[in-house]
């Protein structure tokens, strides 16, 4: 993962606990308010959780489905 992701990923949590805005992180990310709203929501779906900055936690069928597609591309 990229420094801008995880920086995105921090943003949004931030705006998720109420630390910052909505309009902030818009502002932090480079994006607009709507997609801040939309990505806190598709997050809220899938169960992705920053821990904190170096640290990620990722609900294990999103990981099964990371993996098993890692695995398809590598030659055995």
């Not at 109420?18 to 990310?29: C, D, G, S």
């Not at 994006?31 to 992705?48: A, C, F, M, S």
């Amino acid at each position: 993962m990229r420094q801008a992701e995880r920086d995105r990923l921090v943003a949004l949590k931030k705006a998720k606990k109420k630390l910052m805005t909505e309009k902030q992180a818009a502002e932090e990310i480079g994006i607009t308010e709507r997609q801040v709203r939309r990505l806190l929501r598709k997050n809220l779906r899938r169960r992705v959780n920053v821990v904190g900055p170096n640290r990620i936690v990722i609900s294990s069928d999103i990981f099964s489905e990371a993996t098993t597609g890692i695995s398809q591309k590598l030659p055995p």
